[in-house]
C-alpha cells in the first residue's frame, strides 16, 4: 500500500477522515505509522496528496487532509481478455489497475469453462476491490472500466466494432506472427485468449472486427504474465 | 503442462521413458491421455519431440519417444533481482522460465529482510523444480542460470563488473528517468531493487558498475509485475 485510498464514506470532517479495517491494520502493523506522521492519499475517483495522522489507535485513525494533485494518467489502453480461471482473477485486476489500464474486457470463449462465469470474483464489489488494492500499489485513484461479455458473439459482431473506433487492435497470441509493436500514443485495444487460447472461428471473427493476429514469440505464456508482457510493451515514452 | 519434460531418471528404454508422479497425475486427470496419444515431450537439458503413449494407468505411463528438434532459444537477457518476499519466489522462478530468461541473480539488498535468506525456496532442488513448471509451460528443456548472492559488495563490486563484459545494464526502477529501451538484440542485464527498491548508496554501486537507470513509468509496480513488463519489452524481433 503506497497510497491510503479513502471514499466518501471515510470523510468524517472537513479536510478529514476516519479509518477502521485492513488500511487502519496496514497503517499499524506493517508501516507502523504513529501521531504526526504524514503519508500518502488518495480519493477515490479524485485527487491524490498528503495527510497527516492526527491519532491512531487498534480502533481508527483520523487524518487531516491536503490533496490537490492529479492522480497519474493512464495508459490508453484497453485489454480483451478471455476469463481465465478463477484463482488468476484476482491478481489480473489487481495487476491491471496497478498498471494504469484503462479499460478492461472479460469475455467468454470457446475454451472457458462455463462454470468459471459464477466465480463470485466476478461481481463488482470484488472486483473493485481487488482494482483498490492495485491503485494502492501504484499510487492511482481511477478505477479501470471493466465490462463482462458471457457471450461472445454479442461482443464481437456488435459491441467491439463500436469500442474500436479510432482505435487499433491487435489479437496476442503465441506463433509465428509479427511482435506486437511496442510504444505508442495510438490508442489500443488488445486482445488474448483465454488458457487454451481462441479457437480459429473466434479469431476470424476478432478480424473481422478490425483487429490484427500478432505475437510475443513461440513460447506460451499463462495468460497472467501474458498481460503483464503487453502491458510493459505499451508503455508511454511522452509519460516520462 | 504443455510439454512433458523427462530427464535421465525417467528414461527406460532406447526411446522409451516411464513417468509416474505429478506428471502422471496431469496426464490422467487434467490432458486424459489415452494409450495411442501423442503428446509434446522434451528431455531436460535436450532435444524435444514427440511421445506416444504405450500404455498408462494409475501407477506409471509408458512413452515411444522421436525427439530431435532444438528448444527455442533464450532471450539474450539477464535479470538481477533483489530479493521478494518468499511467497513471491515460485512464481518469479516459473514467469523467469517460461519467458526464456538466460540467467537469473538474487542478490542481497539493504531493504531484503534478512529471514528471506533461509528460505526453502532458495533451496536448489526447490528452484529448479519450479524452473521446470516454466520449462513445461513454453515447452522449453534448458533450466535458467541461477546465481545467489547474499552480500552486496562483494558481487557489486567483484562479480557484477565481470558479467556485463560487452553487455549493456540497466537498473530499472520507479521515477523520472529514461524509459527502457524496448527491442533489441544486443545482450541485456536488467537490475531490479526488492520491494521497497534499492537505497541510493545500492544504485551508486550498480552505476559504478556499469548499468545505467531507467524506468517503467512511475507507477510503482510489484516486482513480480515489473519482471514481467521488463521480459515484454526484452523480445528480439529477429526471432519472429
Known amino acids: 500500500m503506497n497510497l491510503l485510498l479513502f471514499d466518501s464514506q471515510d470523510i468524517s470532517g472537513k479536510d478529514e477522515i476516519t479509518i477502521s479495517g485492513r488500511r487502519l491494520k496496514h497503517l499499524n502493523k506493517i508501516l507502523r505509522i504513529r501521531e504526526g506522521d504524514q503519508i500518502d492519499v488518495g480519493e477515490l475517483g479524485g485527487f491524490i496528496g498528503k495527510g497527516k495522522i492526527i491519532h491512531i489507535n487498534e480502533r481508527e485513525a483520523k487524518l487531516d487532509l491536503k490533496i490537490h494533485i492529479t492522480p497519474p494518467e493512464k495508459l490508453p489502453l484497453t485489454l480483451i481478455i478471455g476469463l481465465p480461471r478463477p484463482k488468476m482473477l484476482a491478481r489480473i485486476f489487481r495487476n491491471t489497475a496497478a498498471a494504469g489500464v484503462r479499460s478492461l474486457h472479460i469475455i467468454n470463449s470457446r475454451k ?20 483498490k488494492l492495485g491503485l494502492e500499489q501504484a499510487s492511482d485513484t481511477i478505477l479501470p472500466d471493466i465490462r463482462l461479455w458471457s457471450q461472445f458473439k454479442p461482443f464481437v459482431e456488435d459491441s467491439l466494432p463500436k469500442l474500436l473506433s479510432g482505435q487499433r487492435c491487435f489479437i496476442v497470441q503465441p506463433g509465428n506472427y509479427p511482435l506486437l509493436p511496442a510504444d505508442s500514443n495510438i490508442a489500443t485495444t488488445l486482445a488474448l485468449g483465454p488458457e487454451g487460447g481462441f479457437i480459429p472461428y473466434e479469431i476470424e471473427k476478432l478480424i473481422d472486427a478490425g483487429c490484427t493476429p500478432v505475437s510475443l514469440g513461440t513460447r506460451v505464456l499463462r495468460l497472467e504474465s501474458a498481460i503483464e508482457s503487453v502491458i510493459g510493451r505499451q508503455l508511454i515514452p511522452s509519460f516520462f
Chains 1, 2 share one sequence.
Open 112 to 131: 472457458v469453462e462455463k462454470s468459471y462465469w459464477q466465480s463470485p470474483l466476478l461481481q463488482i464489489k470484488n472486483i473493485h476491490k481487488q482494482f
